[in-house]
């Protein structure tokens, strides 16, 4: 089992950047899959990135892909979203899970544990 707790979210005006981080406890942090996802308000939650147990593989949502960027430290127990070139439309809830496999992870009902999400807020 692991506990996320995101932060780093805020607001930020359209062409801006920002870095999202979800620090989780426990010991077999490096054992899951971790993704990024977000729900913006009347909208059904949305997958944005995930990456393998050492980094190694990644992948993003069509939206963002090119614009953001997951990435993990293990010693840190730590997984980080790199927002760039931020639109209006980005502006959501974000989520940070972990799952336990490596099928369907762009599908949140794979992901077992969540964190309590972080606000982003992408001004125009």
């Known amino acids: 089992q692991v506990q996320l707790v995101e932060s780093g979210g805020g607001l930020v005006q359209a062409g801006g950047s920002l870095r999202l981080s979800c620090a989780a406890s426990?010991?077999?942090?490096?054992?899951?899959?971790m993704g990024w996802f977000r729900q913006a308000p009347g909208k059904e939650r949305e997958f944005v990135a995930a990456?393998?147990?050492?980094?190694?593989?990644?992948h993003y949502a069509d939206s963002v892909k090119g614009r953001f960027t997951i990435s993990r430290d293990n010693a840190k127990n730590t997984v980080y979203l790199q927002m760039n070139s931020l639109k209006p439309e980005d502006t959501a809830v974000y989520y940070c899970?972990?799952?336990?496999?490596?099928?369907?992870?762009?599908?949140?009902?794979?992901?077992?544990?969540w964190g309590q999400g972080t606000q982003v807020t992408v001004s125009s």
């Open positions: 990456i393998t147990q050492s980094g190694g593989v990644k």
């Open positions: 426990g010991r077999t942090f490096s054992s899951y899959f």
């Open positions: 899970a972990a799952a336990l496999g490596p099928a369907g992870l762009g599908y949140a009902s794979t992901y077992a544990f």
